[in-house]
């Protein structure tokens, strides 16, 4: 049994057309698209879940979609690639609203940086049926979030900072700053 708290979080995330727009790349959507993307959006927020965990390591927030969603962006991506890919826009939209509802400061900074794995945000995670992936310090739900709480920095404190393209300088409009007392 793995030594924790928790405590559950109730976000209304909201459809930002900004944000939508971005992950597809897009400039505009037809008016259909749209309102199938509206109706996508409000079914999957019910979807949502999202809580604080507190360890003796320290605390972390962690958001996901149930897996529910993940069968059936599989079955969409099988039958329409197009429709699916917009489908799972709409499921990071969903993830990323919540966080920066929760932590303003992620949308400032531009990441939620990952947490170095350990034993007791690892058991957690298990006890929430959330567990890591196989050796993975990434979650098994394909639409979620884990971080730390509250903010400290994005690149800097990133367990992921070696694989990741705006943590390396290959992008332009990315850049952090450091929190004093990060790793405290």
Same mark, same amino acid.
């Given at each position: 049994?793995?030594?924790?708290?928790?405590?559950?979080?109730?976000?209304?995330?909201?459809?930002? +057309?900004? $944000?939508?727009?971005?992950?597809?790349? *897009?400039?505009? &959507?037809? %008016?259909?698209?749209?309102?199938?993307?509206? @109706?996508?959006?409000?079914?999957?927020?019910?979807?949502?879940?999202?809580?604080?965990?507190?360890?003796?390591?320290?605390?972390?927030?962690?958001?996901?979609?149930?897996?529910?969603?993940?069968?059936?962006?599989?079955?969409?991506?099988?039958?329409?690639?197009?429709?699916?890919?917009?489908?799972?826009?709409?499921?990071?939209?969903?993830? +990323?609203? $919540?966080?920066?509802?929760?932590?303003? *400061?992620?949308? &400032?900074? %531009?990441?939620?940086?990952?947490?170095?794995? @350990?034993?007791?945000?690892?058991?957690?995670?298990?006890?929430?049926?959330?567990?890591?992936?196989?050796?993975?310090?990434?979650?098994?739900?394909?639409?979620?979030?884990?971080?730390?709480?509250?903010?400290?920095?994005?690149?800097?404190?990133?367990?992921?900072?070696?694989?990741?393209?705006?943590?390396?300088?290959?992008?332009?409009?990315?850049?952090?700053?450091?929190?004093?007392?990060?790793?405290?």
């Amino acid at each position: 049994m793995a030594n924790y708290t928790k405590e559950v979080l109730s976000i209304q995330p909201y459809f930002d +057309m900004e $944000a939508i727009m971005a992950l597809l790349q *897009e400039n505009r &959507l037809g %008016g259909q698209i749209l309102e199938n993307m509206v @109706n996508t959006f409000e079914r999957l927020a019910k979807e949502l879940n999202a809580m604080i965990l507190k360890t003796e390591k320290g605390n972390y927030l962690v958001v996901w979609l149930n897996e529910s969603v993940e069968q059936e962006a599989d079955k969409i991506f099988a039958d329409d690639p197009e429709k699916g890919f917009r489908f799972n826009c709409v499921g990071q939209a969903i993830i +990323m609203n $919540a966080v920066y509802q929760i932590m303003p *400061e992620v949308e &400032l900074a %531009g990441c939620a940086p990952c947490p170095e794995p @350990n034993d007791c945000i690892a058991k957690a995670l298990e006890e929430e049926n959330i567990p890591y992936l196989q050796g993975e310090p990434t979650l098994s739900r394909r639409f979620s979030v884990l971080t730390t709480l509250p903010f400290r920095g994005a690149c800097e404190i990133c367990y992921l900072r070696e694989a990741c393209p705006k943590a390396n300088g290959q992008s332009d409009s990315f850049h952090s700053v450091e929190l004093p007392g990060f790793n405290q």
